[in-house]
């Protein structure tokens, strides 16, 4: 490796951030994720320059320890050193995407695409173009083609609220059986209100592939005897 990075090289690694981190941003952006195209690429080139001055460094140091080999011995240069500090200060970033709400947690995806984003960043920076290369395909094909291709049926728990127990009761069980929705476990509770006694299920499913669990939530409160539909967390 030359003991020196050209302007051309320079313009060439900082481009090659730019459309990495663009492709990704672009997936979170379309998605309306917290962190979008601008971010990404400001995360991406960031760690590049960081990655392109630790490099310089490094450089300076063998060419002084060359001009001066009385120093060789003296002269150090820790190229993991600001690399180092990109991997763990682009958690702040990436936590500040996370939301939290009382039943769910999101952003998860987008702090992790940050934080792979900054690494991408970083091989870029250092010249590793093969590096760089395959692994933004690898995080570009998981982020828009994994979940199409693979699907959890994940657990989730609906809390139904309504005042007609019988009606309500044959009125879900066909909705369920209709929908293909497999119920694994259900809960009761029974409360008095102002307006009378109402009854609440606590119905632990799993939903197909092909349905939405909002539209689940909006096909339910439908039903006029419901007071109250909602998904929260196992």
């Avoid at 920076?125 to 094909?141: H, K, L, P, R, T």
Wanted: glycine letters at 6%.
């Amino acid at each position: 490796m030359a003991l020196k990075v050209t302007t051309l090289e320079i313009v060439i690694r900082l481009l090659l951030a730019v459309v990495i981190a663009g492709v990704i941003g672009y997936d979170r952006e379309y998605k309306n994720r917290p962190a979008g195209i601008r971010t990404h690429i400001l995360v991406c080139v960031g760690a590049c320059v960081i990655a392109l001055i630790q490099q310089k460094i490094g450089f300076q140091a063998i060419d002084f320890a060359r001009s001066f080999p009385q120093y060789a011995g003296v002269v150090r240069a820790d190229e993991a050193r600001l690399i180092a500090q990109v991997v763990s200060g682009i958690g702040f970033l990436g936590a500040g995407t996370i939301i939290v709400t009382h039943h769910s947690i999101l952003g998860l995806t987008t702090a992790a695409s940050l934080w792979a984003t900054a690494g991408l960043g970083l091989a870029v920076g250092m010249g590793y173009y093969e590096i760089a290369i395959i692994s933004a395909i690898v995080v570009i094909s998981v982020l828009m083609f994994l979940q199409k291709i693979i699907h959890v049926d994940t657990l989730k728990k609906i809390e139904v609220k309504y005042r007609d127990k019988l009606v309500t009761k044959d009125y879900l069980r066909r909705y369920f059986t209709e929908q293909h929705i497999k119920i694994n476990d259900v809960t009761f509770n029974t409360e008095q209100s102002a307006q009378g006694v109402v009854y609440t299920n606590i119905y632990k499913i799993k939903v197909p592939r092909q349905l939405a669990y909002t539209q689940i939530v909006e096909d339910i409160s439908l039903q006029p005897d419901i007071v109250k539909v909602r998904l929260i967390s196992i």
